[in-house]
């Protein structure tokens, strides 16, 4: 519920800006600005700070040290360009993925905490869980710091989606931003007949077999 987790943020009375990047947002400023509108028609208001800024962390500061949150959807993998020997590897069910490491290095150099949301949808009705934080101390390594961080973010993902694939809508990104890497074509066909490396779900009337190695899905 990526779209309308800021809008439930808001209701519960969480003071926020969103730290997003300027391709998702020229893609969706329309929806993005709407919501804005309506923020401020409730008399609330949030801001977007761009992940390009140069100025970033000290905009993300000034936002922090004013009392508010900031709101990063980290499961995209999308924002400044630290691509390749800034991202960090982290273990993600059957494989490694690299992701980057923008949240825990924020997180570290300002001392402020990381808490991890997760949304749910049961009967239409959207439940929000605001999970432990992950506090950032000087007496840890920034690298060590960052490293143990994306784990853990990506652990309490892992553990949401456990039995649940089809609440993620982030399966198709792995694969193009730079998150998977795959050792070449790897032949799955052998491994499709083993229950140890397949998952089979249902989704509506259809079956859906997911490949944990290649982070692919096959229709039956």
Known sequence: QHEL????????????????SKKVYQKYQNHLNAHRASFDDADRHF?????????????????LYSGRHILVFA??????????GLLVPVSFFYKELHVRRGVAFISHLLQVPVYPVLDQLTDEIVKITIQQPIHPSFELARTDYIRECMQRIFDVLSERLNDKWMDWGCWDYLHQNGMLR?????????????PEHTFAFRKGAKTFILDRFNYNIFIL
Do not use: H, T
Not at 47 to 63: E, G, N, P, T
């Open 182 to 194: 795959l050792n070449g074509c790897e032949d799955v066909s052998g491994k499709l007949l083993s």
């Open 47 to 63: 801001d977007f700070l761009f992940a390009q800024d140069k100025y970033m962390v000290l905009r993300i500061r000034r936002s």
């Open 75 to 84: 499961d995209g993998n999308i924002g400044a360009n630290d691509i390749d």
């Open 5 to 20: 987790l800021p809008l439930y943020l808001a209701r519960a009375g969480i003071d926020f800006d969103i730290l997003i």
